[in-house]
């Protein structure tokens, strides 16, 4: 974790010091298992192909990560393997910088979507899931998969407050998939 000021150069610097490091997690991949328990998250966003191009594209232009206070840096590129990104949050004037890195990209003609892995500074350490499905019986979903543990004791320690901002996270990420479905 990082704060720092909310100007391109800063963030810059930010993503080139997060760039060179490794996930801290040793489970690559691992919220594609399905034999392993995590949370997860689905939400119904509609029927048809054209209901799950439109998930398909909020997913590649990062939706998922704009808001008020959850942004993106730089989110100019669709997620793509070993791209690292810098997931801000920002209150009262103030930005945490989080390093990620995606790991996994899913392009099929019926599910689209990507996993992300904490880097060091990062107060997690896993991995979390985002994906579009079209499943056979038309429906097409949004589901959020985490697989994560805080980072170190300090993070353990503030686990509640830890939690609060995970759950809005989390209702971030499917109010705005789900809305650029629609």
């Known amino acids: 974790m990082q704060l720092t000021r909310t100007t391109p150069a800063a963030f810059s610097r930010v993503l ?16 594609l298992d399905p034999q392993t328990e ?33 942004r993106l840096y730089p989110g100019t590129q669709p997620p793509a393997e070993g791209q690292t990104v810098l997931v801000l949050l920002t209150c009262a004037g103030l930005c945490l910088a989080f390093g990620c890195r995606v790991v996994r990209v899913l392009d099929g003609s019926r599910q689209y979507g990507f996993a992300y892995g904490s880097l060091p500074g990062h107060p997690e350490r896993g991995e979390e899931l985002f994906v579009v499905e079209w499943h056979s019986d038309d429906r097409v979903t949004f589901s959020l998969k985490a697989d994560s543990q805080p980072a170190n004791r300090f993070y353990r320690l503030g686990r509640p407050f830890g ?6 996270g989390t209702r971030q990420y499917l109010n705005s998939v789900r809305r650029a479905a629609q």
Do not use: D
Not at 50 to 66: D, I, N, P, V
Not at 163 to 168: A, E, G, K, N, Y
């Open 16 to 31: 080139k010091r997060a760039s060179s490091l490794n996930p801290t997690y040793s489970r690559i991949g691992v919220t």
């Open 38 to 70: 995590m949370e997860q998250h689905t939400v119904l966003l509609g029927t048809g192909q054209a209901t799950f191009e439109r998930g398909k594209a909020a997913l590649q232009s990062w939706q998922t990560h704009q808001s008020r206070w959850l």
């Open 163 to 168: 939690q609060l901002v995970r759950s809005l």
